[in-house]
């Protein structure tokens, strides 16, 4: 169980860095799918699951927005682009894999915003986050809010 956790905390390093180089270069899915499986970025990655997630969140990324905008006090193109590409994959995480629980998707967007965002960006993310948890998981936020 542990390998999983650390493959797909690996996989989420990697997705952030891919939507983020779509986001910037309007890049294919396709290719950069296919730079980060032959850069080595993936080594020791659940690779499966990066593939699943960048082409949910590249395929339905206007969804994604739809849901965020209502939670956010600026439009999308004010926010950094580290952010944007974090809070997007939390987005599809909250939405499509609730085999993962709402504050692990929360706890690892988290971090890596702190990584690789700006220096307070994390607190946003998780702002934004806890509040699309409300939204998309009520049964699970509920529960655990009792």
């Known amino acids: 169980m542990k390998s999983n956790v650390w493959a797909r905390r690996r996989a989420r390093r990697a997705l952030v860095q891919a939507v983020y180089q779509w986001q910037m270069a309007d890049g294919d899915l396709v290719r950069i799918e296919a730079d980060f499986l032959s850069s080595g970025s993936l080594d020791k990655a659940d690779v499966e699951f990066f593939r699943e997630l960048l082409g949910a969140t590249l ?4 969804e994604l927005d739809e849901q965020l905008l209502p939670l956010l006090d600026r439009e999308l193109s004010s926010l950094d682009q580290i952010e944007l590409a974090v809070l997007r994959l939390g987005a599809l ?6 085999d993962i629980p709402y504050r692990v998707v ?16 994390h607190k946003y993310v998780n702002g934004v986050l806890d509040k699309l948890a409300l939204t998309l ?3 699970e936020t509920s529960s655990e809010r009792v």
């Open 59 to 62: 395929t339905n990324v206007g």
């Open 93 to 98: 995480e909250l939405k499509d894999r609730i």
């Open 106 to 121: 929360i706890s690892e967007y988290v971090e890596l915003a702190k990584t690789f965002g700006a220096e307070d960006g």
């Open 137 to 139: 998981r009520p049964l």
